[in-house]
């Protein structure tokens, strides 16, 4: 590892660590285009997996994608390990960063010290940096923050080894023998048939039809119903998108980002910029989508299901309508 | 292209941490910028305040002598049952039973210190709960 780790923030933690880490390890590669090369757009929306009583709603595909997909599409070897306890979790990292190795781990947020008091919460699939040690602090580079930071060992590993949906078990990854000539043109064109697929799937709980479907499940909640778990119910929506999601249609916006920076590929360029722009007017529909639930949470008296459910279903349709196109990339 | 706009709101819950989003500049190109969303900080706050409210209905019934402190504390430590039943290692039936003051009053030292290593909490905070 060169002397000098230069920390750099993210829209998104696990597109984020990894481009860090294969631009470290010598393939330049952004963060739009990690997210974009390993099919992550997605949406998943799984009533019977429940989180804080509430279902599993996903703006993207599941923690760990990216990690498993980089070396799968770019043919690049990932040590990934994991530990049956912390001291041995522990002497591992400070063995890499004594050897001024750059590591990714997955963690807790809620374990995380230097995490704001109200984003702490049980969220177990955070991915970080870690980059150096000072005593018996680490220095991170947390892609959510604009600078690096540093969190005791204790509490990192605390972090690495929380339980639950997700349970990281310290979780650890680098890349190693990252080959050289890779044939871009082709692998985009593969990752983007990928997500084209992924989001048209019939099945209903995934892709534009999960988006439908979670439509049709908010027109039907009853706006006499209580209260509180209405105004629980439309943030968490919401809180999915935003907090563990990125900005709004954070990741429509991110995925936009990848199909104009593949055209230096070798494609059909009209067809990229059309999709293109129809995921940014999903990721703005999405985000007047966000608006409408806090809106109506804020006042559940004016709450309109049928307004909001519309919005979801506009989104759904800009999304149907650029992955048909994708679909058809040559 | 369709623009992106780029909130600058307001929100307390970040602790003036910013963070980024993709927008286009003037020329269509797709750059990071920092970001403020009061939507976001809405919907944090909303899911803050439910565990505020969930402790204190959890009191109001250890008073009445219903919910044992391992409630209060699951609450107090944002988890839901199946992350506590996770983190103690044990079947949600049992943490459930667990959470009621007549099965909680019978569970010795071992079982209870495992609930105070979960809530990184001395066992006697369990055992001497004051309402």
Redesign the interface.
């Known amino acids: 590892m060169s002397e000098k780790f230069e920390h750099s923030q993210f829209a998104h933690c696990e597109s984020g660590v990894v481009s860090t880490l294969l631009t470290h390890y010598g393939l330049k590669l952004s963060e739009p285009m990690v997210f974009g090369l390993t099919s992550s757009l997605s949406f998943v929306f799984l009533p019977i997996i429940k989180l804080n009583n509430m279902p599993l709603i996903a703006y993207r595909e599941l923690p760990k994608n990216i990690i498993n997909k980089v070396s799968k599409v770019l043919g690049i070897e990932i040590v990934k390990k994991t530990y049956k306890n912390g001291v041995e979790a522990n002497n591992d990292l400070t063995k890499f960063v004594e050897d001024k190795q750059l590591v990714g781990l997955q963690t807790s947020v809620f374990y995380l010290p230097y995490f704001p008091k109200d984003m702490r919460f049980h969220f177990n699939a955070h991915n970080l940096l870690v980059y150096g040690k000072e005593g018996s602090d680490y220095k991170i580079s947390d892609p959510v923050f604009e600078e690096a930071v540093l969190c005791d060992e204790k509490e990192l590993t605390r972090a690495r080894f929380a339980k639950g949906v997700f349970a990281p078990k310290g979780f650890m990854y680098y890349p190693k023998n990252i080959p050289t000539n890779l044939d871009f043109s082709s692998i985009v064109k593969k990752a983007i048939k990928k997500n084209a697929k992924s989001m048209l799937t019939p099945f209903p709980y995934a892709g534009v039809k999960g988006m439908r479907t979670l439509a049709k499940k908010i027109s039907k909640l009853n706006p006499n119903s209580d209260p509180r778990y209405l105004k629980n119910y439309l943030t968490h929506i919401v809180r999915m998108q935003e907090e563990i999601g990125t900005g709004g249609g954070g990741f429509r916006f991110l995925y936009a980002a990848f199909l104009k920076e593949v055209k230096k590929h070798d494609l059909d360029n009209e067809l990229l910029d059309e999709a293109s722009s129809l995921l940014v007017k999903s990721g703005n529909t999405l985000r007047e989508f966000a608006l409408l639930c806090v809106e109506s949470s804020k006042k559940i008296d004016k709450f309109d299901a049928n307004k909001i459910a519309e919005k979801l279903v506009e989104a759904s349709k800009y999304e149907e309508e650029a992955f048909k196109l994708l679909k058809k990339i040559q | 292209?369709?623009k992106?706009?780029v909130?600058q709101e307001e929100n307390?819950?970040?602790?003036g941490?910013?963070?980024?989003?993709?927008?286009?500049d003037n020329d269509?190109?797709?750059k990071?910028a920092?970001?403020g969303?009061s939507?976001?900080e809405?919907?944090?706050?909303?899911?803050?305040e439910?565990y505020e409210?969930l402790k204190q209905e959890s009191l109001e019934n250890i008073k009445k002598g219903l919910s044992s402190p391992i409630e209060y504390f699951m609450f107090e430590?944002?988890?839901?049952l199946?992350?506590l039943a996770?983190?103690v290692?044990m079947f949600q039936f049992r943490v459930k039973r667990h959470l009621r003051m007549n099965n909680f009053n019978k569970l010795n030292d071992k079982v209870l210190s495992k609930y105070a290593q979960a809530f990184n909490i001395k066992i006697e905070e369990l055992k001497d709960f004051k309402v």
């Open positions: 292209m369709e992106i706009e909130p307390k819950t970040l602790d941490i910013k963070k980024v989003m993709y927008t286009t269509g190109e797709f990071t920092n970001y969303s939507v976001e809405f919907a944090t706050q909303v899911a803050v439910e409210v430590n944002r988890m839901d199946p992350t996770s983190v290692g």
